[in-house]
């Protein structure tokens, strides 16, 4: 008799991993990045990544996602934040996976219902293995959670943590993002976008990405008046 191949379901709010979001295009941490890369590809122990919004973690959890993939590894990613109330039902079949990323910890915690099918998945991957990753905006002292056995739980993973983005980092993103896009971006309207808009990098790339079109379809470069001209016509 042929075994079938076990299947991931594919979960609806599971995602892909876009080229954007890889270990090659990380510019923050790399002691952080190297110590994921290596767990994504031959890890099997739980980790638990803490980072201030807009630090990345999600970029590297959708890198770990495609590290894993080009080793043979089957991936598997849930927002968990996008499924409050709902954890249970959608991390049935994770277990199949080779690798688990759960992202968005915060989101469910406080939610009984949610902590308790969440404290069940983790002990399911233990048992079988599995190596998971946890990624949160703090660690699992600072987290509101309920149930103590699964702060206790949180608390047995290796924890890392990436330190909150500063400027210079910020720039550096957008200069590789434009560049990734053939927009020319100059460095004044770089400064003027870190010193008027909001920090958070995946608003600042979202911002990028309507810059992006604004200049394609007026074809013109993005300067500092160009910027005035696209943030005052998004306001109105």
Known sequence: MVEEPRVVPQLPLQLRTVSEQGFAQW???AAVALRLHTWATAGSEALYLQGAAGSGKTHLAM?????????????????LGS??????AASEGL???DLVVLDQL?????TRADEDALFDLHNRLRDAGTPVLYLARSGPAGL???LPDLRSRLAQCTLLALPAPDDALRAAVLRQRAQARGLVLEEAAIDWLLSRTGRELGA?????DRLDRASLAAQRRVTVPFLRQVLEAGRS
């Not at 499924?83 to 249970?88: E, K, S, T």
């Not at 915060?106 to 406080?110: D, F, K, L, M, V």
């Open 27 to 29: 510019l923050g941490d």
């Open 63 to 79: 890198a770990c996602c495609g590290a894993a993939e080009s080793a043979g590894r089957r991936a598997a990613y849930l927002a």
């Open 83 to 88: 499924v409050h109330g709902r954890v249970r």
């Open 95 to 97: 277990h199949a996976a």
């Open 106 to 110: 915060e989101g469910i915690a406080g």
């Open 144 to 146: 509101p959670l309920i």
């Open 204 to 208: 600042l790339v979202a911002l990028l």
